[in-house]
């Protein structure tokens, strides 16, 4: 009859738990009661079979960590945000710095919403930003569910941006004073860690600016790139199909490179990452290195083949006038305008190029047909000298071009040449509205670099206050057809464009003098 206490113990202990779930084990423990005598051996077996409560997880409670504690005890010591600072800057740092700083888009909405419930005077001593509002209405106002509130909620305090102040039935309620609108005693949701964010969220905010600079260079960097290498395949492809004049490349390393930049001409989207971009930076850089190797050994072998050409078989069929005109343009009289001590001169380069294409290309055909082609050349030759394109310097280029084309140039640490004036000037052509044909006829009529002259002209009539042109397409293919009759002089309108510029900044100068004396 010592089993009856042992009955009365269980009966008595499952009166005062609160464990319902434990009764599933009550018949159980009671037929161990009646078959152990000993109430020592009842008292283990009990312990054994897990009667006594779990508090690892407490209805309605809420676990404790350390974080937590540390929360809580931040909150104790608010003593209010700094001079100048309001919680907005706060909400604002958070929404610059976003997923930097482990901040989602919902995340941010709902700190947003929960900052509108706060006042200054919340933020200041002695005072607490607590949210007190139901997670029922939250969730209504939000258009969730109370679990993604409450799965928001874990997440912004996992971030160190919000904790809880919890009532005693972890119901969320307050009053606020009706004359000073202090808080007089509210549960729920703080937001005083947010103040102790400032500073993490701001060296975040630091690093993601230093990010996106970076990843904005490397996609300017691309772009750049992209525009080059277009540019000569545009140039190569147009050479190779319908003049031969100019850069070209064979049939199959033109499908190769075209096909090469198919592959790395993908869309730049903000998803991609900084490494990946820079990957895609490199293989731009280095199909542009092949391409530019491409066009310098061309050029270099067109300027060597014009240069073994003697002169004087190709002047035998000129006129006593063209004769003196030539030797007008000596090297004596080409060092007194040059202000560059770079050789050879813009004629030496652009108009023997030209010359030795035209020449090439006669070469091809049968004899009568390459004597017509010398002719030809001799008198583009001719058309040429007569704009004196000899006379300008790439110095004097530079001074005369706008900034719009100024930022066309590469910017690669390396001495200018004719062939980067002639690439920006070509880039240059959509904006003006200059089209393909009109450029393509200006190259075989003044060469490459005199088309790019005009183009430069062009682009300073369209930016000049008095007189502007409406029509810069139309302009240049009026100084074109201007160069066919021998009236176009590119070399007046250099030197006029620069006198004007000194009188200009003479004039400036004066002025700024006159009021400074008086």
Same mark, same amino acid.
């Given at each position: 009859?010592?089993?009856?206490?042992?009955?009365?113990?269980?009966?008595?202990?499952?009166?005062?738990?609160?464990?319902?779930?434990?009764?599933?084990?009550?018949?159980?423990?009671?037929?161990?009661?009646?078959?152990?005598?000993?109430?020592?051996?009842?008292?283990?077996?009990?312990?054994?079979?897990?009667?006594?409560?779990?508090?690892?997880?407490?209805?309605?409670?809420?676990?404790?960590?350390?974080?937590?504690?540390?929360?809580?005890?931040?909150?104790?010591?608010?003593? /209010?945000?700094?001079?100048?600072?309001?919680?907005?800057?706060?909400?604002?740092?958070?929404?610059?710095?976003?997923?930097?700083?482990?901040?989602?888009?919902?995340?941010?909405?709902?700190?947003?919403?929960?900052?509108?419930?706060?006042?200054?005077?919340?933020? *200041?001593?002695?005072?607490?930003?607590?949210?007190?509002?139901?997670?029922?209405?939250?969730?209504?106002?939000? /258009?969730?569910?109370?679990?993604?509130?409450?799965?928001? *909620?874990?997440?912004?305090?996992?971030? /160190?941006?919000?904790?809880?102040?919890?009532?005693?039935?972890?119901?969320?309620?307050?009053?606020?004073?009706?004359?000073?609108?202090?808080?007089?005693?509210?549960?729920?949701?703080?937001?005083?860690?947010?103040?102790?964010?400032?500073?993490?969220?701001?060296?975040?905010?630091? *690093?993601?600016?230093?990010?996106?600079?970076?990843?904005?260079?490397?996609?300017?960097?691309?772009?750049?790139?992209?525009?080059?290498?277009?540019?000569?395949?545009?140039?190569?492809?147009?050479?190779?199909?319908?003049?031969?004049?100019?850069?070209?490349?064979?049939?199959?390393?033109?499908?190769?490179?075209?096909?090469?930049?198919?592959?790395?001409?993908?869309?730049?989207?903000?998803?991609?990452?900084?490494?990946?971009?820079?990957?895609?930076?490199?293989?731009?850089?280095?199909?542009?290195?092949?391409?530019?190797?491409?066009?310098?050994?061309?050029?270099?072998?067109?300027?060597?083949?014009?240069?073994?050409?003697?002169?004087?078989?190709?002047?035998?069929?000129?006129?006593?006038?063209?004769?003196?005109?030539?030797?007008?343009?000596?090297?004596?009289?080409?060092?007194?305008?040059?202000?560059?001590?770079?050789?050879?001169?813009?004629?030496?380069?652009?108009?023997?190029?030209?010359?030795?294409?035209?020449?090439?290309?006669?070469?091809?055909?049968? /004899?009568?047909?390459?004597?017509?082609?010398?002719?030809?050349?001799?008198?583009?030759?001719?058309?040429?000298?007569?704009?004196?394109?000899?006379?300008?310097?790439?110095?004097?280029?530079?001074?005369?071009?706008?900034?719009?084309?100024?930022?066309?140039?590469?910017?690669?640490?390396?001495?200018?040449?004719?062939?980067?004036?002639?690439?920006?000037?070509?880039?240059?052509?959509?904006?003006?509205?200059?089209?393909?044909?009109?450029?393509?006829?200006?190259?075989?009529?003044?060469?490459r670099i005199g088309a790019a002259v005009c183009v430069i002209l062009t682009d300073q009539a369209n930016l000049r206050e008095e007189n502007r042109v409406m029509k810069p397409g139309a302009y240049f293919n009026t100084m074109v057809n201007r160069a066919k009759s021998g009236d176009l002089k590119l070399h007046k309108s250099v030197m006029g464009m620069i006198r004007r510029a000194n009188d200009i900044e003479l004039n400036d100068n004066l002025d700024q003098r006159q009021r400074y004396e008086h």
């Open positions: 009859m010592k089993a009856i206490p042992s009955l009365k113990f269980l009966i008595t202990w499952y009166r005062y738990s609160n464990r319902v779930a434990s009764l599933n084990r009550l018949p159980q423990t009671l037929f161990c009661g009646l078959i152990h005598s000993n109430t020592e051996t009842l008292r283990y077996h009990i312990m054994q079979t897990h009667i006594f409560p779990d508090m690892t997880t407490p209805g309605g409670g809420r676990i404790a960590s350390p974080k937590l504690r540390q929360s809580i005890e931040q909150c104790e010591d608010f003593a /209010g945000l700094e001079e100048n600072v309001n919680r907005y800057d706060l909400l604002l740092l958070v929404k610059r710095a976003g997923k930097a700083a482990g901040f989602s888009p919902r995340m941010i909405s709902l700190l947003d919403y929960y900052m509108s419930f706060t006042r200054d005077i919340d933020w *200041e001593e002695g005072s607490r930003p607590i949210v007190y509002q139901s997670l029922a209405k939250t969730a209504l106002d939000m /258009g969730v569910s109370e679990r993604q509130i409450q799965i928001l *909620e874990k997440q912004l305090f996992e971030v /160190g941006a919000l904790t809880w102040h919890d009532s005693g039935n972890h119901r969320r309620y307050g009053q606020r004073c009706e004359e000073t609108g202090q808080i007089l005693f509210a549960y729920g949701a703080e937001l005083t860690p947010l103040a102790y964010l400032k500073a993490e969220l701001q060296d975040k905010l630091h *690093e993601k600016q230093l990010y996106d600079k970076a990843w904005m260079e490397t996609k300017r960097q691309i772009s750049y790139y992209r525009r080059q290498i277009r540019a000569i395949l545009l140039e190569a492809e147009s050479g190779a199909g319908e003049s031969e004049d100019g850069f070209t490349l064979d049939e199959a390393e033109l499908i190769d490179f075209c096909g090469r930049y198919e592959q790395i001409a993908v869309s730049i989207r903000t998803y991609m990452d900084l490494i990946a971009l820079r990957e895609l930076l490199d293989k731009h850089k280095h199909l542009h290195e092949m391409l530019s190797a491409k066009v310098a050994e061309h050029d270099q072998k067109a300027l060597k083949s014009a240069n073994n050409t003697k002169l004087s078989e190709k002047d035998s069929s000129r006129d006593e006038s063209n004769d003196v005109h030539y030797k007008y343009t000596n090297k004596k009289q080409l060092n007194k305008l040059s202000t560059s001590r770079t050789s050879p001169s813009f004629l030496q380069e652009g108009v023997a190029d030209h010359s030795q294409r035209q020449f090439d290309i006669g070469a091809k055909g049968e /004899g009568s047909k390459r004597h017509e082609r010398e002719e030809e050349s001799s008198d583009d030759q001719s058309t040429i000298l007569s704009t004196g394109l000899q006379h300008i310097t790439l110095k004097q280029l530079l001074n005369i071009s706008s900034d719009r084309l100024k930022a066309q140039l590469p910017v690669e640490p390396r001495p200018m040449n004719a062939s980067d004036f002639v690439e920006a000037a070509y880039r240059l052509n959509r904006t003006l509205g200059i089209s393909q044909n009109s450029w393509g006829h200006a190259c075989m009529t003044l060469s």
